[in-house]
């Protein structure tokens, strides 16, 4: 389960951003793309097991999003949305490049009184 070091190294990122105000967090959002070979669940499942051995990320809610996969068509100049790993647009073409998808990020920090 690599969730469990991506967890880690996200709450690491977090108190180094937020040194003053880390214990007023009451919120974190995660962005998940389709393609970032990580399961919300998963996500999830390895914070709430790094609660338990932190006391101090108790009240800090995790939230996952779970991104689209979104292609681009050349021949049309537009995205598209990939349904079930169909890397096809519309117009029969095969897309060559992945827009969105793949990332794994903090999309939003919330505070306590803000
Ligand atoms: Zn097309």
Redesign the pocket.
Known sequence: MHEVPIIREMVKMLQEQYPDKFSQIIKVTVEAGLLSNVQPVLIQNAFEALVLENDFLKDIDLEVVTLPIIAH??????N?TVTKHRFI?????P?REIVQGKELRISRVDFLNE
């Open positions: 068509c050349d021949a049309c100049d537009k598209f647009c519309g117009c029969g073409k897309a």
